[in-house]
């Protein structure tokens, strides 16, 4: 993250709303099959991701609101927007991915896999399932800052899609508190090592799965392409990891998790959307609110 980022007590800030916006992407024109500036291996890496946005958003929502009884007010109210977020994001890359496959992409393999995934940690107690939740959000919310911090990562991209990505990656930042609020709602009878071992024993489990299954899930998309083998894994790890090396840049944020104090909101970068609405011409005060999911 970057220096100009400023830092919080470890705790969501007091005056933060969290605003569903209803917006759409992509639906006068169709996707080019590599959208992202012609690359096989960027296009490849972001199609992995969003494949597993649909169904796993809705099940982030399944895992907070679980435990959303007895939360205060304030936590409530945003585990009420957080959900109708996460249904807009899920809307939209649902969309998206039918874009894909119209380019002539096959997703199956990629959304059985989530499914299946899932299907685990749903048989496992509901608290697992948060503790997953609250993991991936670290995920999507540390991909969000090093997305709309570096504007290398969409470079070139198709402009809809490139929109979609900046607007997701947004709302992950402003609602990246709530999973983790109300982990420590769900588990305030717990003893703090208690706490924080399952916190840390899921999220490596949920990195090593985020790790291979993406992988996978790109290397399987770059054999659509016809690229495989060596040439696959070269140029897919250049991209995650040399230039502009989204993975490599994020390894900081994510080792912050497991430290004494840590909390989503200890680094405050609000600023990356305000610039990026300021950018996009979409003031916070002029979007559109979409009804809230009940």
């Known amino acids: 993250m970057n220096a100009a980022t400023i830092k919080r007590p470890p705790v969501t800030p007091a005056d933060l709303t969290i605003t569903p916006r209803d917006r759409r992407f992509g639906r006068d024109d169709a996707t080019p099959r590599l959208w992202h500036g012609g690359r096989v291996a960027a296009t490849a890496l972001y199609n992995a991701l969003s494949a597993t946005f649909p169904v796993g958003e809705a099940f982030f929502v399944e895992s907070v609101r ?3 009884d007895g939360a205060d007010p304030k936590l409530a109210e945003d585990i009420r927007n957080f959900t109708t977020q996460e249904v807009v994001h899920s809307r939209e890359h649902l969309a998206f991915n039918r874009r894909a496959a119209d380019s002539g992409y096959d997703l199956t393999k990629l959304e059985e896999q989530v499914e299946k995934r899932l299907a685990i940690t749903r048989s496992k107690p509901k608290i697992v399932s948060l503790a997953a939740t609250m993991a991936l959000e670290h995920f999507t919310a540390i991909l969000a800052h090093e997305l709309l911090a570096d504007p ?7 402009e809809a899609t490139a929109a979609l990505w900046k607007w997701h990656a947004s709302e992950e930042i402003e609602h990246k508190g709530v999973a983790y609020d109300t982990w420590l709602h769900a588990t305030r009878d717990w003893r703090r090592g ?9 999220m490596l489990y949920v990195t090593r799965n985020f790790v291979v299954d993406r992988t996978a899930g790109a290397l399987e998309l770059m054999r659509q392409d016809g690229v495989e083998g060596p040439r696959a894994w070269g140029k897919l790890a250049w991209y995650a990891l040399g230039a502009p ?7 900081a944020a994510w080792v912050a998790y497991f430290l004494p104090g840590f909390h989503p909101w200890s680094i405050d970068d609000r600023a990356l959307i305000a610039a990026y609405e300021a950018d996009s011409g979409a003031a916070f005060d002029s979007a559109k609110k979409v009804r809230r999911a009940a």
């Open 245 to 251: 090396g989204m993975m490599r840049k994020i390894f």
């Open 194 to 202: 208690k706490r924080w071992k399952v916190k840390a024993l899921v």
């Open 152 to 158: 290398r990562h969409l470079a070139c991209a198709d």
């Open 66 to 68: 679980a435990f959303r």
